[in-house]
């Protein structure tokens, strides 16, 4: 079975400090997305990435950067945290071609004060 | 740009009603077309896909029909369980260079016994 991991299920942080996201997913996906979820507005891509150090803005990707060293790990990371950046977090992977369908992560409820 | 357009609910239906969830989409070429259920708490789960016209996927009781000609893909189930309870996502994978994945927004369902 396909897992794709998150570092944390819920965190709570405060306005201004750096926040990672850590997600790993072990079947050597070449894909690898993180998404916020919000009541009302659905899934909203942050970041995707294609391969190893390389990534690609989403719809919203202000606020946020990513990291991906090594294949099977992308992470997500809000250099000042802020109050609008309270969220479920989704990290998922997926092969490449059209047919592959996305593995998700069980999500990061994050919390910031 | 692509789009998947889906009916948002919520949805309330009795417990063995018959379940419709309508998505239409908006693509350049022949999309992938998924469905995926997130359970309360939980991230996103493959439910099924179809990846060509006319295909049908199936999985747990539920049904969708890949329809070219009216670029649809609606959801059925004939009889739905309490456990059915979910939000459910229609999407879709274009064949271009990063496959990046659209989503629907969502449509809650609540089955009540």
């Known amino acids: 079975d396909v897992k794709v991991t998150q570092s944390s299920r819920y965190l709570v942080k405060r306005t201004g400090e750096k926040v990672f996201l850590e997600c790993v997913q072990d079947?050597?996906?070449?894909?690898m997305f993180w998404y916020r979820q919000d009541p009302g507005l659905g899934l909203r891509l942050i970041y995707f990435?294609?391969?190893?150090?390389?990534?690609e803005k989403g719809d919203i990707p202000e606020g946020y950067s990513v990291s991906r060293e090594k294949k099977e790990r992308f992470s997500l990371i809000l250099e000042s945290a802020s109050t609008n950046q309270t969220s479920m977090y989704l990290c998922?992977?997926?092969?490449?071609?059209?047919?592959?369908?996305?593995?998700f992560g069980p999500g990061t409820r994050l919390t910031v004060t | 740009g692509d789009s998947v357009t889906q009916m948002e609910g919520p949805v309330t239906l009795s417990e063995e009603a018959f379940l419709t969830i309508n998505c239409t989409y908006t693509a350049t070429g022949y999309p992938s077309l998924f469905w995926y259920v997130q359970y309360p708490g939980e991230g996103l789960q493959l439910l099924l896909k179809a990846t060509k016209a006319d295909d049908k996927g199936s999985n747990k009781g539920f049904e969708a029909t890949y329809r070219k000609e009216t670029t649809s893909f609606h959801l059925e189930k004939g009889s739905v369980q309490v456990s059915d309870s979910a939000v459910y996502f229609c999407a879709l994978i274009e064949k271009t260079s990063y496959d990046k994945v659209i989503f629907g927004p969502g449509t809650s369902l609540s089955v009540i016994p």
């Open positions: 079947m050597d996906h070449e894909n």
């Open positions: 990435s294609y391969d190893v150090k390389m990534k």
């Open positions: 998922a992977s997926r092969g490449a071609g059209p047919a592959y369908e996305q593995y």
